[in-house]
Each structure stands twice: as structure tokens, then as C-alpha cells.
């Protein structure tokens, strides 16, 4: 699947590889995004930063905890609603819908 991405997107230099909670991808992205996740993701690392990157599930992160948790720490439902150690929610699936709410 990589390989055939690259050959449509020949011109690219730069390629996300990202595995989150619930999802993941391999897009092409221009230097303006690659520099906007390397400014988010320098120590310290805080959610308000992270959130710039623009990942859908703000890298595990929960703003209200201001702390990143991996995805054995995240209660995810069936639907990717999920629920940090402290009880915090928020979608960790790009293509949830509150239907668990």
C-alpha cells in the first residue's frame, strides 16, 4: 500500500507514519505540516502544543489531564468514544460518532 501511495504521490518528500489509539495512516505531507508536528511535539510536551499538529485523536493526549496515555491507558467503546484513567472523554476514532453517548 505504501509503495503504491508513493507512486501516486511521487513529488512528496515528506511522509506521515502514524499509528494511534484506534487508527492510523501513511499520507504524503508538505514541509509546512512536517514543520508544524516537529514545533508541536518539542519538550515540554503540552496538550495546547500537540493539539496544533492536527492529529485526530491529539496524539493520546487529554487536554483536561494535560498528559499523553498510550492506548493500553485508554478506555476505548466500540464506537472509539474513549475515556482516559481519570474519567476524561473524547473521540480517539476518526470516524466516531456520539452514538454512545
Given at each position: 500500500m505504501f509503495d503504491a501511495a508513493?507512486?501516486?504521490?511521487?513529488?512528496?518528500?515528506?511522509?506521515?507514519?502514524?499509528?494511534?489509539?484506534?487508527?492510523?495512516n501513511g499520507d504524503p505531507?508538505?514541509?509546512?505540516r512536517a514543520?508544524?508536528?516537529?514545533?508541536a511535539?518539542?519538550?515540554?510536551?503540552?496538550?495546547a502544543a500537540v493539539t496544533t499538529a492536527g492529529f485526530y485523536d491529539d496524539a493520546g493526549f487529554c487536554g483536561p489531564?494535560?498528559?499523553?496515555?498510550?492506548h493500553r491507558h485508554w478506555n476505548v467503546s466500540n464506537t472509539g468514544y474513549?475515556?482516559?484513567?481519570?474519567g476524561h472523554g473524547k473521540s480517539?476514532?476518526?470516524?466516531?460518532?456520539?452514538d454512545d453517548l
Open positions: 508513493r507512486q501516486r504521490h511521487d513529488d512528496q518528500q515528506w511522509w506521515l507514519i502514524f499509528s494511534g489509539i484506534e487508527a492510523g505531507v508538505d514541509l509546512a514543520t508544524r508536528i516537529a514545533a511535539f518539542t519538550e515540554p510536551y503540552r496538550f489531564c494535560d498528559a499523553p496515555y498510550c474513549g475515556t482516559c484513567p481519570h480517539l476514532d476518526p470516524f466516531w460518532w456520539p
